[in-house]
Every structure is written in C-alpha cells, then in structure tokens.
C-alpha cells in the first residue's frame, strides 16, 4: 500500500463513524452562518453601512468573506484537537491502529484528509448562506470555497502538532482561548486591520488567519480596492498557508510518531 | 529446527535513565504458546512493545520473522494481531464495524472481510451482536472482541498483553476457552500476564521477568520441578502473630517466604513437616497443604508476592 492508499483507510473509518451523527453536524453547518451573518452582516452591518463610506462594498460582503476563512480556521483548528487528543488519550484509537500496517504519519494524513472532506462541506454551506442572504454572487461564493480550504489546512496540520504533544484537554482550551480567538477578532475577519494601530497591523501581517481573510477577498472580491484589502500579492498569501501547511504535517507526524512509538 | 518466530538477543529497553528491560534473550518457536510471566513494571508490556514495532529497541538484536522491526515494521505488523492491555475499540462503530475497519488497515479486500467477520463473531460468541454499539457491551465480550479484531488478518503470530485483567472469573474462563481454541488451530501466541493460573494453562513455555531481567525460563512443569518443592505447607497466623516469626521457623530446610498474614514452607514431603511443627509445638490458625504452583516459583526467584 502506498502512503495515500493507507491514508485512505483512515478516512474510509472516519467516514463509516461519520454515518451515524452526520444529522447533528449539517444541522449546525446551516445554523452557524445564518447567526453570523445575520447579526454581524445584517445587523451590524446595517449600521456600518449606514454611518460610515469607508468600505467600497456592503459591510455584508466584506464579513461574509472574512467569516468563510475564520470558519474554516475553527472547523479545522478544532478537528486538529479533539479528535487527535481523543485517539492519542480518550480513547486511544491511535494506540491500536498502528499496530496494523497503518503507521502515525498515515494517520496525520488520513485525519487530514477527512478534515478536508467535512471542510468543504461545512465552507459550501457557508458560501450557500451567503448568497441565499445576499451576501455573495454565487460564482464569488464559490471560488472563495478553495482558498478558505487551504487556510483551514494550515490550521488543522499545525495544531494537530500542538496537540500530540500536550497532556489534557487544558492545553487545548488555552490554545482556543489566547490563540484561535484573538486571531478570530484581529485578523480583518470583522474590520480591516488597517483600523488597528500601527504595530498590531505590522504584527497581523504575520498571523495566518490574516492571510487566509485576505486570499479569500482577493479571489471572491475581484476589483477590491484598499479599503478592503492589502497591496500584497496572491501568490504571498498561498504560500504563506502552503508552508503551514506542509510544516504543520510534517510536525504532526513526527511529533506523533515520537509519542506513539516511545 | 526451523528458524524461530521471534528471537531476541541482548534486547535492551531505556526510557531515559529508566531501564524498562534488561539484555532479556528469547526464542518464540512457531505455534507454540509463550508467556511473559512477572509483576506490573517487569518489563513484559516494553517487550510486547518492541515485539509489534511500536516501540524501537535501544539495544541488542530482536527479530520477528526474520525481519528487523526498524527495518520492516509495516511487514512484520501486516502478519501480526495484536491485543492491547487496555481495550480501544472504536466506541462510535459497530461490533462488525470495528472488525470491519482492521480488515480496512490491513488491505483486505471487502468480500474477505465480511467472511472473516462471519466467522470471527462466532468465535467470540457475539453474532447476535454483530450490529450493536461497542459502548454497552460488558467487560468480557469487549475483550472478546478485541481478540477477534486482532484476528482479522489470519495473523502468524497473535500477542495478547493481559488477556483477562479485569475480567470476572466466568469472562476469564470463556476467553480462556477461546484461546485453547485458537492454540489447538496451531496458533502462534504470545501472553503476557501476571495471573499464575493463566500462564499455567496457557502456555507451553514461559519466561518469569523481574525488574527488566528474566530469572526463569522453562516449561510451567520444568519451573515448578527446578524452582519449588513438591508441596508447599501454607501457615495462616492472626497479625500480631506474625512478629519473629522467622527466628521461630528458622529451623524449616527448603526455604521459607514470610508474607503479610502467613508463611509458605516449601517442602518434598509436606506430612513430615506438619509432623515436625507438631512436635515443636508450632501451631497457627489455619494450615493448608497443597502442590506448588507458579506463584511459589515466582515467589522463590523474585522474593515477593505476585500480584501486587
């Protein structure tokens, strides 16, 4: 079996779990951006709209695609941990599979895999809602599904490589608390980072949800100006998430084989 | 003689400072049934460990199949079926489901994996549950089916880490029961286990491990005959008796193990003895007379009681 064949097994058990509690997880697909977006799009944006000419689009536009990439940092941040710890501690899944064939990095791989599936599902969704609330074009909508996945890649391998090498579900709660949700607020997700004082822009610049927000306006927003986005190039941000990306798997497995494998 | 399953040379565990195991040397011959006999901290689980590759060895040789475990894990594993200490069976599937997807790990095509999962249900007595959730089912039958799960791929070579810990007598003795089954289809296993009245009945040749090290090696018989007596006088003293007591037995030949609540005399003949005790006056609460066992092998070469 090649590396993907092995990987493959992986998300084919995934998926036979999945067939059970699928309902509960579309259910709260759909509900999650229609809450978004109609207290932050069209409620708050509303107001904004109404008060200010900053942006050169409806403030709706412009959370709607910030919000696909910050959900797809959650979704993926969060596969990246609890189901990680699950098979590392809880449950100890991983324990037993790689005393078959299958070794950490196929699983590292495999999870990654089956993150990308429910990714694109739970980001199609959004981008449906969105232009169901009249947020986006479709076509907008889903040209801005593969960027937002790449973002939440970047994500899912880097903290699955945190999480192989903590001890208890604190370490993760601290990891949501001063990481995923400051990156959540401050990364242009709800207002360009240009509203933040200098130094805290310069510091935004090198977080990844940052990138991601931005990759996903560039490419659903053609023809964004600067109030809406940053000067720099596409090709900064893809590689910028590509790299996390890679690294972060790379980490996982390692990091995971060291702990699996003492 | 063909070449051993499993071959150890040397085979040194450190974890840190820590040495798990010791310079142990081992051979494991095809289809006989091996056990890994000591305490908890001997070092057997490390052994099984490095045995199924999931952990690398510091020192030594060790080969499993002929194969080097750094070299050639995915190998090795695809002819092994392992049975972990502690269950982790996927609690979202099926019974079937968790048999389904180690079928899945180890390649088989789907058609193979329904056949096997027929007949492997009905080795664990769990046809009738063959749809249901893992969660509800009782300690044994999870452990039954961890053994089934382990059995999907028709292994070489099957390990079991402590079959039955935790199990109530009447689980113990129908996995027992399995396990014969398996031995007589001319299975390969190795147990590890710190119950005597396992290793006793399962295996044909068994390792004692103490502290990293193995102190005994032989047939259950052979150890018994090289390491005990033939009988062994049990002596049962309320506590505050038990104070001096060796100066008050000192004079007992073939060796004496005193323990929280009663002394083991080991004897050949276990009627001059209690005749003996008469005549010196000695008499304690309770005696009992019976043929040695593991335990007193165990007790003999390590100094300590088993179960511990």
């Known amino acids: 079996m090649t590396i993907l064949a092995r990987s493959w097994r992986w998300v084919e058990s995934e998926a036979i779990g999945y067939r059970r509690v699928w309902r509960g997880t579309v259910i709260s697909s759909f509900v999650n951006p229609v809450l978004f977006l109609s207290a932050m799009g069209l409620g708050l944006g509303t107001l904004v709209d109404s008060t200010s000419d900053q942006l050169s689009i409806p403030y709706l536009a412009f959370v709607a695609t910030g919000l696909l990439a910050a959900t797809a940092m959650q979704t993926s941040a969060g596969e990246g941990a609890f189901p990680v710890m699950a098979g590392i501690k809880w449950r100890k899944g991983f324990h037993g599979a790689i005393t078959t064939p299958l070794g950490p990095a196929d699983i590292v791989i495999g999870m990654m895999m089956w993150g990308a599936i429910r990714l694109s599902f739970v980001l199609l969704v959004f981008a449906l809602v969105s232009v169901f609330l009249g947020a986006l074009e479709l076509g907008p909508a889903l040209l801005a599904v593969p960027p937002a996945i790449l973002t939440g890649l970047a994500f899912q391998g880097t903290v699955t490589a945190y999480t192989v090498t903590r001890e208890n579900e604190i370490s993760l709660s601290t990891l949501f608390r001063f990481g995923i949700i400051p990156l959540f607020l401050f990364s242009g997700t709800f207002f360009p980072i240009s509203q933040l004082p200098q130094p805290l822009q310069i510091v935004a610049y090198f977080t990844p949800l940052f990138h991601g927000v931005e990759l996903v306006r560039k490419i659903a927003l053609p023809g964004a100006d600067s109030s809406i986005v940053t000067s720099l190039p596409v090709w900064a941000h893809v590689a910028y998430l590509t790299v996390m990306t890679v690294v972060g798997i790379a980490l996982a497995a390692r990091w995971l084989d060291r702990r699996l494998r003492p | ?308």
């Open chain 2, 1 to 308: 003689m063909s070449e051993p399953l499993v071959q150890a040379r040397g085979l040194t565990k450190r974890f840190g400072d820590f040495l798990a195991v010791d310079a142990v040397d081992f051979d494991i011959a095809k289809g006989e049934a091996f056990g890994f006999l000591g305490p908890n901290g001997a070092g057997k689980t490390s052994t099984m460990k490095m045995i199924t590759t999931v952990s690398p060895i510091t020192e030594g040789k060790l080969t499993v199949f002929g194969l080097d475990p750094a070299a050639d894990g995915r190998r090795i594993r695809q002819r092994l079926g392992v049975v972990p200490q502690e269950d982790n069976l996927d609690m979202e599937l099926t019974v079937a489901e968790n048999l389904y997807i180690y079928g899945r790990y180890h390649d088989m095509p789907r058609a193979d994996i329904r056949r096997r999962i027929t007949e492997l249900l009905e080795f664990a007595q769990l046809s009738d549950r063959s749809d249901s959730p893992v969660e509800p089912l009782s300690g044994g039958m999870k452990r039954r089916l961890t053994i089934a799960r382990a059995l999907i791929n028709e292994p070489d070579l099957v390990i079991l880490d402590e079959p039955t810990t935790g199990l109530d007598p009447q689980a113990r003795h129908l996995l027992w029961d399995r396990l014969y089954r398996l031995k007589r289809e001319g299975a390969t296993l190795i147990i590890t286990t710190h119950y005597m009245d396992e290793a006793e009945q399962l295996c044909d040749r068994l390792v004692v491990m103490d502290k990293g090290k193995i102190v005994a090696e032989g047939s259950p018989r052979q150890l018994i005959a090289q390491y005990a007596p033939r009988e062994v006088v049990e002596l049962r003293y309320p506590e505050e008796q038990m104070e001096g007591i060796s100066e008050r037995l000192g004079w007992l030949e073939g060796g004496i193990e005193i323990l929280a609540d009663r002394v083991i005399v080991y004897t050949d003949d276990a009627e001059a003895t209690q005749r003996e005790l008469t005549i010196r006056d000695i008499h304690p609460e309770q005696v009992l007379v019976r043929r040695s066992s593991l335990e007193d092998v165990f007790l003999k070469l390590t100094g300590r009681s088993l179960v511990d």
